[in-house]
């Protein structure tokens, strides 16, 4: 029974580019939330994607998007990257109204 | 003040003994309450959920809620080396915030032989 799966596990991208970073939910999940977790910190909400709407949004500038595709995998999109966006990607994915997350492994994204 | 709230690490205990860890949130219509648990550059791990009041027993944890004071704490008896990580509250807020889990930014324990 795969987990949730994200893509790619380490980036290194210099200020100012785009990156997008991809997540496959676990098996039997619909609903996959985006969470940036900065060295030392909890993880931050970004937001939830739920039938390939955003459902809720966290405290993130527009340049943070989202996409959800039929088959319920999703992707993170940040544009004009900025030193601050280094962070740990968490992608989590769970099962409609039922409360249970699983997280993925993470995407370690560095700006240079 | 923060949404969710842990205490101050980091955590250090004997092998043995009984780690207590505490997190207090804002929100009091919120209604599930989660442990994780973060080893060093791993993704978190779901150790104990926790929805009524009173306490909640899995193996050698125990999670306890108190709404009244907006409070959930996590005992971790008979600690274990392999115990050392970086301990996450989560909190799903009431109304809008359903689904979203809100995070403290969690305790560092070491567990010591």
């Known amino acids: 029974d795969a987990g949730v799966t994200q893509s790619p596990t380490h980036l290194i991208k210099t200020r100012g580019q785009q990156v997008t970073l991809r997540c496959s939910p676990k098996?039997?999940?619909?609903?996959v939330s985006w969470y940036q977790q900065a060295l030392g910190q909890g993880p931050q909400f970004i937001f939830q994607?739920?039938?390939?709407?955003?459902?809720q949004r966290g405290n993130f500038p527009d340049r943070f998007s989202g996409h959800q595709f039929p088959n319920y995998s999703s992707e993170l999109n940040v544009n004009a990257l900025l030193l601050g966006d280094s962070a740990l990607y968490l992608c989590?994915?769970?099962?409609?109204?039922?409360?249970?997350?699983?997280f993925g492994s993470g995407t370690r994204l560095t700006v240079v | 003040q923060k949404e969710v709230e842990q205490n101050s690490g980091p955590l250090s205990v004997p092998e043995g003994a009984i780690a207590s860890l505490n997190c207090t949130y804002s929100?009091?219509?919120?209604?599930?309450f989660f442990w994780y648990r973060q080893y060093s550059g791993k993704s978190p791990e779901l150790i104990m959920s926790?929805?009524?009041?009173g306490d909640k027993e899995d193996g050698r944890f125990t999670a306890q809620l108190n709404k009244a004071s907006q409070y959930v704490s996590l005992l971790i008896r008979d600690s274990q080396p392999s115990d050392s990580a970086t301990y996450l509250c989560?909190?799903?807020?009431?109304?809008?915030?359903?689904?979203?889990?809100?995070f403290g930014q969690g305790t560092i324990l070491t567990v010591h032989p």
């Open positions: 994607y739920y039938e390939e709407e955003e459902r």
């Open positions: 989560a909190v799903i807020g009431g109304g809008t915030s359903y689904g979203k889990l809100t």
């Open positions: 098996s039997g999940h619909d609903t």
């Open positions: 926790i929805y009524s009041n």
């Open positions: 929100d009091r219509g919120s209604q599930s």
């Open positions: 989590a994915s769970s099962s409609g109204t039922a409360i249970g997350y699983t």
